[in-house]
């Protein structure tokens, strides 16, 4: 929803910054709504040439003062005051809608858990106090142990919707499942979705709807799908013997 913070949790590889990337592409070429990226990680040079694999002029858009790259460090982002301070000229010159922070996790370096999670709320509210749509990134490890990594410093309880990606293992073959956790306001789908990360960018598809156990890391047949393939087979060899007898 508009003027939200939605937290974007995976493991590494998932495709959190390739999503992120797309959330601003689409916020400028669908809906005018201009964009800052803000990242810790990736040299500003690293982005533009991922982005144009998926057929994303950034550069075009950021001449046309639409979109911005604001490589920084971590410790400069702690505090309010510093905050406001590195993305004042980006927040000037673009006015965005959209903004994503990839990603939070490098923060955790330099604070312990409680100033972590009084530094989050404090940069989350000053992006909210400024009306923008905010994406932020979070690498977790596993998840389906029984704890989700992202709630170890309540940051799920700091956004306002919570958006998971990972790996999953079917039938031999290594599937991207995504699934939203958490959204204010919104009776959202529950269902686990498979996507694919394509030439054009990210594609969610169809839900998982014959496995179970998904999110826990152990996917396994429904016992419906199991019951429908064993009334279907059952059906199959009585048909058979039926035909047998007639012959």
């Known amino acids: 929803m508009e003027g939200d913070a939605v937290l974007l949790a995976g493991s590494a590889g998932t495709g959190k910054t390739t999503l992120a990337l797309q959330y601003l592409v689409n916020g400028i070429t669908q809906f005018d ?3 800052v990226f803000v990242t810790f990680e990736q040299l500003p040079d690293q982005i533009y040439r991922d982005a144009t694999n998926f057929g994303w002029d950034l550069r ?19 505090h309010t005051e510093g905050a406001d301070h590195i993305l004042s000229d980006a927040l000037h010159e673009v006015q965005p809608q959209r903004l994503v922070v990839d990603s939070l996790s490098h923060l955790a370096m330099y604070l312990d858990q409680d100033q972590l999670r009084r530094e989050l709320y404090r940069l989350i509210m000053l992006l909210k106090a400024r009306g923008l749509s905010t994406l932020l990134t979070w690498e977790v490890g596993r998840v389906g142990d029984g704890s989700l990594a992202i709630s170890d410093v309540g940051t799920s309880f700091l956004v306002d919707s919570v ?18 956790l958490k959204m204010r306001g919104s009776d959202h789908d ?56 007639r012959g």
């Open 190 to 245: 529950k269902r686990l979705r498979e996507y694919e990360i394509t030439p054009q960018g990210v594609r969610v598809s169809a839900p998982f709807s014959q496995y179970e156990g998904i999110l826990t890391g152990t996917p396994r047949r429904s016992m419906m799908e199991e019951a429908a393939d064993s009334w279907a087979l059952a059906f199959s060899k009585n048909k058979q013997k039926q035909s047998g007898i």
């Open 60 to 78: 075009k858009m950021e001449d046309q003062d639409k979109f911005r790259i604001v490589c920084t460090s971590p410790d400069l982002m702690l």
């Open 163 to 180: 958006l998971l990606v990972k790996y999953v293992e079917i039938e031999s073959a290594i599937k991207k499942a995504l699934v939203i």
């Open 33 to 35: 709504e201009r964009g």
